[in-house]
């Protein structure tokens, strides 16, 4: 109520302000502050630190209400103005607006009282995070007059760029690890773009598609692009805020790779509070990294400012990087906001993906097994508060791991197409039951 007068005016300046007047216009570095037309390019010239997208927030401020992005389109595409695309012409199809669930039974399991869950396992177009920053990413691409747009990718990327370049009718070229699930290859191959197979891990892979931006000129999506791709990240952030009626939640747990999806939640956030979208309040950032590949979360437990870049060996291969570029930042987001960063063993992390499947019926990928294992971990230390309004983030869809869980998981019970078959192995079946049961078994 008290911002009603507020919203009205804002209502009356929005008709006196016209759509050309932008919300972007430059590059940053983090580093050092040097700017730079916003052309494709991700370090700095000067110091080679990473740069980011400058907002005009007066302009943006001045432009948004809550009812204007609720009038919007049911996607990404809502919080058009806090996004770095300067026309109207953006690619949506359909990204964002996943569910945010409120999860009464893991809650229970856990012992916390308001847990919700962001369940990007159903984005899309190929059911992860990933199409978020690629839908960007690929409508500055356009912008920018790239005809062929390629990744270095540990998966979920590989899938988002190639579906939403063949949407585009852009060339696409990717680049991923040979080892990765057979999900994610048949999840990229199937809409016909270039696909190449390195022998080698993700570091590696981004070492040679650093090579091959400088000599072709592509549209890297996560390099050269990275500024633009790496603010679709914040829309999870918007969302979470808008979902919760327009509050913020008191901690989040997300999975790091690079580090850039939980800095960017942190910016989303910071972002509304600065347009007075929300109220102010704080947040803590629990961050989730596998064992075998947890370089910012070592850092975090050893009270270090640097990462030191490891070799990964996990089954959470789309978080598997081993020198993180926003590392970093997203430690200094940890420690600002009384957060963490934690690491799960791989045995942890399937038995997360099962939890969260038998108690909330979403299956999610490794990624998002390494999210619930850590949220169990940090409950169990006494970290989180029963009372805390807790937002865990599912960033991708178990279907496309499904070599994690083999082995781990129930089989069907097999049966002749008669009614006596059925019986006994129904009567089995019950005995099973009863046999497996123990309280708390995860
Ligand atoms: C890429 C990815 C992440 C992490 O992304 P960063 O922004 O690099 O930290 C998390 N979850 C899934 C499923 C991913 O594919
Ligand atoms: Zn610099």
């Not at 959470?316 to 926003?326: E, T, Y």
């Given at each position: 109520m008290v911002d009603l007068g507020l919203t009205v005016s804002k209502i009356v300046m929005t008709a006196t302000l016209?759509?050309?007047?932008?919300t972007f216009s430059l590059l940053r570095c983090k580093e050092c502050g040097a700017t730079y037309q916003p052309q494709a390019m991700h370090v700095c010239e000067k110091c080679f630190g990473p740069l980011e997208v400058v907002y005009n927030y007066d302009t943006i401020g001045a432009r948004v209400t809550r009812s204007s992005i609720e009038a919007g389109p049911y996607s990404i595409w809502r919080y058009r103005d806090f996004l770095p695309v300067e026309t109207e012409n953006y690619i949506d199809v359909g990204t964002g607006m996943t569910p945010l669930v409120k999860a009464t039974r893991l809650a229970k399991r856990l012992g916390l009282k308001r847990l919700y869950i962001k369940n990007d396992a159903v984005n899309m177009p190929t059911l992860s995070f990933k199409d978020r920053v690629v839908s960007v990413a690929l409508s500055r691409a356009r912008e920018l007059g790239f005809t062929t747009v390629a990744c270095a990718s540990t998966g979920n990327l590989a899938n988002s760029t190639a579906a939403i370049a063949a949407h585009a009718g852009l060339d696409c070229c990717v680049f991923i690890p040979a080892d990765l699930e057979a999900g994610k290859i048949l999840g990229t191959v199937v809409y016909a773009p270039k696909v190449f197979a390195v022998h080698g891990n993700y570091d590696q892979v981004n070492r040679l598609c650093s090579e091959v931006a400088n000599t072709y000129g592509w549209g890297f999506v996560n390099i050269n692009l990275r500024p633009y791709y790496s603010e679709g990240s914040k829309t999870l952030g918007f969302e979470v805020v808008e979902q919760l009626g327009w509050e913020l939640p008191d901690r989040i747990v997300a999975p790091l790779a690079s580090g850039s999806l939980f800095t960017k939640i942190y910016k989303g956030f910071q972002e509304f509070i600065k347009v007075g979208l929300v109220e102010e309040k704080p947040v803590r950032f629990s961050g989730a990294q596998a064992e075998g590949c947890s370089p910012i979360a070592q850092a975090f437990k050893e009270g270090r400012d640097f990462i030191a870049p490891v070799k990964p060996k996990t089954i959470?291969?789309?978080?598997?990087?081993?020198?993180?570029?926003?590392g970093i930042y997203a430690l200094e987001v940890a420690r600002q906001t009384g957060g963490e960063i934690e690491s799960v063993t791989d045995a942890e992390i399937v038995e997360a993906i099962k939890l969260l499947a038998e108690t909330e019926g979403i299956f999610t990928e490794t990624a998002g097994g390494t999210t619930v294992a850590v949220l169990k971990k940090l409950v169990e230390a006494g970290r989180i508060a029963p009372e805390e309004t807790t937002v865990v983030y599912i960033t991708g869809n178990g279907l496309k791991t499904q070599e994690a869980v083999q082995g781990y998981v129930g089989e069907p019970f097999q049966i002749e197409a008669k009614l006596d078959s059925f019986v006994r192995a129904y009567e089995r079946s019950q005995t099973l039951d009863r046999l497996e049961w123990q309280p708390a078994l995860v």
């Open positions: 016209t759509r050309s007047e932008k959470a291969k789309s978080i598997a990087i081993g020198n993180p570029a926003d």
